[in-house]
């Protein structure tokens, strides 16, 4: 699919690096900018940790809060971290359950930057008293990647 934001060919430079963006009304209408992987050809991991994650019950229109960890082992290309914020940050006004909140976010980076392989977690804080964790990844890890554990314990409430 093409992006009118975006040349045909090539790797564009940033759309909002060193610019001032505004956060995109919604997860549909937020551009993730890719960038030329500095070492391409090496195999290592990057790990993005958003603890604040917020996005809306489908139901109730109520506040979801999660930790998302994203581990991604690039490819030909990495994602430009401001414009993965603000992407984080479209979800702020969305509605979607924890599932479908967080396999998407996997789904789209994976499509869109084409990685070796990308994992995400997502560890939902509780609705209903059940927290709710949720992971996907794309494919069995790469055999030589270092895989560090993502360091979120799992809901222990008050102690």
């Known amino acids: 699919m093409s992006d009118p934001h ?11 690096l060193g610019q001032t963006s505004a956060l995109p009304a919604s997860p549909e209408e937020a551009v993730l900018d890719y960038v030329p992987n500095p070492r391409a050809g090496t195999l290592y991991l990057v790990r993005f ?6 996005s809306l019950c489908p139901v109730t ?14 490819g030909e290309t990495i994602v430009e971290s401001k414009s993965l914020k603000l992407f984080l940050g479209a979800f702020r006004n969305h509605n979607g359950f924890h599932e479908d ?23 939902w804080y509780p609705r209903g008293g059940i927290p709710i964790d949720v992971f996907w ?3 069995p890890p790469p055999a030589a990647l270092w895989l560090p554990d993502q360091g979120v314990s799992g809901y222990r409430g008050r102690g």
């Open 6 to 16: 975006r040349p045909a060919s090539g790797h564009p430079a940033p759309l909002h």
């Open 49 to 54: 940790a958003a603890p604040e994650f917020t």
């Open 61 to 74: 229109g109520q506040p979801d809060f999660a930790h998302l960890v994203i581990d991604y082992a690039p």
């Open 101 to 123: 909140v967080t396999v998407g976010i996997g789904q789209r980076l994976f499509d869109e930057m084409k990685p070796q392989w990308l994992r995400i977690g997502g560890y």
């Open 137 to 139: 990844q794309s494919g």
